[in-house]
């Protein structure tokens, strides 16, 4: 998926106006479906993954933080494409860093 499929197919929560980005805060996880979050310790969100604590914010401010990240190199040589790549309906998987989901 790449951000016009994410921004198409993701499902809106809570009004008909806010798509949800659900991100992990100890892994590079990330989704923007509800439905791949699971519960974790206390009832918080967690990845599906490695358990770890999952926050959300707006996906449209979420990918806009993405673009500000990659103009100043946080995912490294690959740039959005590896923020991309680490999507949940994209890898199954999760990773500690960015370069993990790209082969060279
Ligand atoms: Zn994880």
Redesign the pocket.
Same mark, same amino acid.
């Given at each position: 998926m790449n951000e016009h499929d994410i921004l198409k197919q993701s499902p809106f929560k809570i009004s008909k106006s806010i798509q949800w980005a659900y991100y992990?805060t100890? %892994?590079c996880?990330w989704t923007s479906f509800a439905a791949d979050v699971v519960e974790g310790d206390g009832g918080s969100l967690a %990845?599906p993954? @490695?358990d770890?604590l999952v926050l959300q914010m707006s996906l449209l401010a979420f990918l806009e933080s993405s673009v500000f990240n990659a103009e100043r190199g946080f995912y490294g040589k690959h740039g959005l494409d590896v923020f991309y790549a680490s999507h949940e309906r994209n890898v199954h998987t @999760?990773h500690q860093v960015f370069s993990d989901y790209m082969i060279d």
């Open positions: 992990s100890g %892994c996880w %990845c993954h @490695c770890a @999760c």
